[in-house]
Each structure stands twice: as structure tokens, then as C-alpha cells.
């Protein structure tokens, strides 16, 4: 199962290598300049048209993709290297800019499935911009990493609880993390060890290098934003146009963050039963009372026979919660599930988990989990989290439950230490940086803005009063027009500035 987040803000925490604390390490020397193919002298890349990947078709003829070589270790520049899978669309006006750089978060989503998919919501960006996107190291074509087979994950989706309740199923929670754990390490061998957010700022610095830009132009989304800001303290000099949207919390810790999205949700399941004309105390009630049920007895589906667990119960309540749009889904399937079918909840977690309809699943969460796991210090044991529990129950008679449990599962017997309680994201000296929040964002909660802003000491912060996960293309034309003068002009909004 992986966590709610397509960011991984529960146990991020960026890995700054003590070799490369100062911004300095082997990525600052610039080598020529770009000569309009995307090459200069520090390597080449040799764009051709994009070839459909196991998860997305071959996007339009606009769209180029390559394969750029960076190290292994970026601590021995000279030594192993791995290819890095690129994608971009040539800007379409003549005033180009340069190029735009996309993380669409995770860790663990591929940017070159996302890019083309975000052509519509970009095009006025790509009047001046170069979009660029790429799978960072451990993720799709990037040597991304499979820890399960799809059998193995079908077995463990219908046998491991999420919230044990006896001793015999706290043990199968534990041994299916430790498995879990064992099996990217088996696949991942030496890699597992790099592929830390401070190992992909630097293959960032690389890409900026090699498309010729003589600053990092940026976009981070979600997860993205904790890698931005990463970024930012190792290479300030080098920030150009930055914007963070669904920003991450940078100063929590695992307990923090598990937390702070527990209140996130929640505070997106208030809004959603408001809309409805519930009250949202007795409607969050309600839901977890069906869970309850559910986790006791599964309810039957119409999917071959599969059932539905209390585990991708939740995961489909969740899943609706990431966009406005979506909550008559949501609506449609608790209805349905209070009436004893969980056929609607089942597509919506699947739907999340990345399973489709021959049973096959994807690897997003594979990807999330080692990147999180070598990030990530701290390893709560299973009497932390235990004494914890009713703290987050509090939060979240809904969501508690599952993120308190979490944080005792995801790097449990990991196979490699984790390196750093929180990320370092201070950036003195660098451009302004604008930062977006949600007030709304259930998956990276709107204080993580505000702090993300003063932790870098060059944010901006611009606030938008709606729903779901991001602001930008959400439908705020304020949002929009600020971040577009921003990027295309480079005008800076006054601090605090409030999309309503």
C-alpha cells in the first residue's frame, strides 16, 4: 500500500550529502553553452520522437525525448553513471526564455508520462518556455524500481491490515514492511543507496547544464516543492524563476508530517460533508463507523471476485478528496458502500494504486518508498506509534487511525539508514522564489507554505482560498495571472498576496 500522498511529504526529508552541504560538489562547473540542440560541452543528448512507455501512450510529434548520463554517485563524479529519461516541447513564440523544468511529485511519479498530459494547462507558459521534464533516478525509465511482483501486492492488498488490532496482525504488518524493504533492495542493488532528493537536485543542476540554461528555471508541484527547495540551498546562485505549488512542510519530522496530513484530510473531509449539507463531526463519524465495519467484514465487489478491504476503503475516500471535482464521485461511492457494495470505493483505489484492468499495477509507490526511506531519519517503532495512536484518532477518527499506523510500516527494517530529520531548504542569496498554498490542499496542508517561505528567507508567498491538491491551472485566474507574470515577466507579487 502506498501512503495517501503523491509527494511523499510524511517521511521526506531532504538527504544532504556532507559533501555537498556548501552548494558546491562536482555539478557547479557550468562547460559551454547550448548550441540549439540541448548539447553543450559538458555532454550531449540526442533528442528523437518519443516512444510510448509501459504505462502511456506515445505522445503528439511536438514531444522529443532523450536519455542523459549523470553519476551514480555524486560523490565520484568519474565512476558509475545511470541515464536519466528526459522529455520536452520546443516554446512555439519566438521570445523564448529558455527552459521551464517540471516536477509534478511523488517522489516517484514519471515526468515524462505527466509532461505531455500538462501540455493544456502550460500552453501559455510554453510560449516562451522550453517544457522539460524528466523521471528522476529510481522512477520509470530512470532505473525505476519494482520491490513486488503484481501477485505480491495482490496478496499483501488482501491479507496485510493497515490498522492491526491483535498481536497476529501487528506482526504481518511489520513482516510485510520488512518485506517489502528486502525486495528494493533486491532490486534496486546499489542504487538503493542514491536516490536521496539531494542526489536528484544535483542531477537537476546537471539537466540545467546540459539544456544550456545558465539558470533553473523551475516548476515544482507537491513533493516537487521540497525538491526545489533542496535545490535552492545547494545551488542558490543558480535559482532563476522558481514557483512552488502544494508546498511541503520543510521543518517536520516523520511525526510531523504524518500529523499535519492527518489534519489536511480531515480538513478536506469537513469541507467535502459541508458541501453536502452534513455536518461534518457526525459525517466523519458516520465514515469511520463504516470503516470499522468494513475492516471486520469486507464488502463483496462486482471485480472478480475481489473484495474490499478497510485499507482500499480508505484509499478510495481519499482519492476524490485531491480534487473538488471529484466529490460527487465520492458521494456516489459511500452511498454505495453504506448499502453494502464496495465496487466504487475498489475503482477509486485502484485507480490511485495505479492497477489496471488486468491486474497489473505500477510502480509509483515502489519508486516513493525507497527515495522516502533514504531520505527519512527517523524509524518510529511500533510502541512510538502505539502511545501516538490516540492523538491522531483525535485529529482524524477517519484518517488517524491509518497515518499513525503508517508511520511504523513504511521503513520499518529498512535496508539502508536514512540520513536527515528534516530538509535544509535556507537559500541566501538566491532570486526570489514564489510559493503557493492552498487553503484547501489536503495532501500538503497550507501552513507548510508559509513555512516553506520563511525557511528559504527569498519565498514569497501567495495564498489561494479554495480546494484540492494545488492552486495553479485549479481554476483561480488570479492564481494563474500571478504566476504567469511571474515566470514570462518576472514580476514578483507583494508577499502575503491572497487569491480568494
Known sequence: MTRFTRWTTLTVAAALLTAGCSGGGPSDDDSGGDDGNGRNGATALDWERCKATEDAPAPGKDWQCATLQVPLD?????????????IRARATGDDRLGSLLFNFGGPGG?????????EATAATLRERYDLVSWDPRGVAASEGVRCRDDKEIRAAESSVDGTPDTPAEEKAFLQDAAGFGKGCADA???????????????????????????????????????????????FPEKVGRMTLDAVVDPTADTMGHAKNQTRGFQ??????????????????????????RIDSEPLPTSSSGRELTQTLALTGIVLPLYSKTSWPVLTSALQAAEEGDGSELLALADGYNER??????????????????????????????????????????????FLGWDTAGWCHDWPVPGQFDTPE?????????????????????YEGARKMADELGVGVLLTWK??????????????????NAYLLDGTVPKDGKVCS
Not at 110 to 118: C, E, F, L, N, Q
Request: aromatic letters at 6%; proline letters at 6%; glycine letters at 14%.
Open 466 to 483: 479554495g480546494e484540492g491538491h494545488g492552486a495553479y491551472g485549479s481554476g483561480s485566474e488570479c492564481v494563474d495571472s500571478t504566476v
Open 425 to 445: 531548504v535556507s537559500a541566501p542569496g538566491a532570486a526570489p522564489v514564489l510559493v503557493v498554498g492552498n487553503t484547501g490542499d489536503p495532501a500538503t496542508p
Open 356 to 401: 489496471d484492468e488486468s491486474g497489473h499495477y505500477g510502480t509509483t509507490g515502489h519508486s516513493q518508498r525507497v527515495i522516502s526511506c533514504l531520505d527519512v531519519k527517523q524509524r518510529p517503532t511500533l510502541e512510538e506509534t502505539k502511545r501516538l495512536l490516540p492523538e491522531f484518532e483525535e485529529i482524524s477518527p477517519v484518517f488517524g487511525p
Open 188 to 234: 534496486a542493488g546499489k542504487l538503493l543507496a542514491h536516490v536521496s532528493t539531494t542526489d536528484t537536485a544535483r542531477d537537476m543542476d546537471r539537466i540545467r547544464q546540459v539544456l544550456g540554461d545558465d539558470r533553473l528555471n523551475y516548476f515544482g508541484i507537491s513533493y516537487g516543492t521540497e525538491l526545489g527547495g533542496v535545490y535552492a540551498h545547494l
Open 267 to 292: 480538513t478536506a473531509l469537513d469541507n467535502y460533508l459541508k458541501s453536502t449539507g452534513r455536518d461534518p463531526g457526525q459525517g466523519s463519524r458516520e465514515i469511520a463507523d463504516l470503516l470499522k
Open 110 to 118: 514519471s515526468g515524462v508520462d505527466m509532461m505531455p498530459s500538462y
Open 74 to 86: 555524486w560523490s565520484k563524479p568519474d565512476g558509475s553513471t545511470i541515464g536519466l529519461a528526459l
